[in-house]
């Protein structure tokens, strides 16, 4: 059984995940469900966020793979800023 996350680290996560948006739609993380999970270690004050972006198309040209590729280079740059501001000192890992 894992143990409760204290209510004080959902409400940064929830935080985190509402202020970064996607670019293209303007809409939060949360709104999108773009983070599959969360691994929270107090201990060792680090934090994982796993990402859940579709694969890209195999048929998908080499410009939009680009794009795309950079997109998530950057809602998963501002992922780890924002839960670096919510929990600072603390290591982030975004995947």
């Not at 948006?21 to 201990?43: C, D, M, T």
């Not at 800023?81 to 929990?87: G, I, R, S």
Request: hydrophobic fraction near 45%.
């Amino acid at each position: 059984m894992r143990p409760e996350l204290p209510m004080e680290a959902r409400d940064k996560f929830d935080a985190a995940l509402e202020l970064v948006k996607e670019p293209q739609s303007e809409l939060s993380l949360a709104e999108l469900g773009l983070v599959s999970r969360i691994s929270y270690f107090e201990k060792d004050k680090a934090i994982i966020a796993y990402m859940n972006f579709a694969p890209p198309s195999p048929s998908e040209c080499p410009a939009c793979f680009a794009i795309d590729d950079l997109l998530k280079q950057s809602i998963a740059r501002d992922l780890r800023d924002a839960l670096l501001a919510e929990f600072p000192g603390w290591d982030v890992e975004v995947r």
